[in-house]
């Protein structure tokens, strides 16, 4: 099992920049993918910005160029930087984690609590 936490959400001018992070405890035996996904005020679903693993990361079409995902596993943490903050990048985004528990268990997601992004005009 794992327990996620996000910080640094808040309001920020368009145009701006915003760092949130996601510190992970517990552990998973495998990882498969670590990322973001968000949910926008008109949005009924969570949709992708951004998860990564050791081949590839694929990033949601909006945001693609204007944010970086990264992870330092020396603090079980991932990072999500954002450049270039636009209104329409206002919303709750959530850390996810996806893995299994055990080396035999099926793959389970894991979401962290959300932090509130809100982009001003």
């Known amino acids: 099992q794992v327990q996620l936490v996000e910080s640094g959400g808040g309001v920020v001018q368009s145009g701006g920049s915003l760092r949130l992070s996601c510190v992970a405890s517990g552990e998973l035996s495998v990882t498969h993918s670590r990322g973001w996904y968000r949910q926008t005020p008109r949005g009924s679903q969570r949709e992708l910005v951004a998860?990564?693993?050791?081949?590839?990361?694929d990033y949601g079409e909006s945001v693609r160029g204007r944010f970086t995902v990264s992870g330092d596993n020396t603090k079980n943490a991932i990072y999500l930087q954002m450049e270039s903050l636009r209104p329409e990048d206002t919303a709750i985004y959530y850390c996810?984690?996806?893995?299994?528990?055990?080396?035999?268990?099926?793959?389970?997601?894991?979401w962290g609590q959300g932090t509130q992004v809100t982009v001003s005009s």
């Open positions: 998860m990564f693993n050791n081949s590839r990361t």
């Open positions: 996810r984690y996806e893995g299994r528990p055990t080396k035999l268990s099926a793959i389970f997601g894991y």
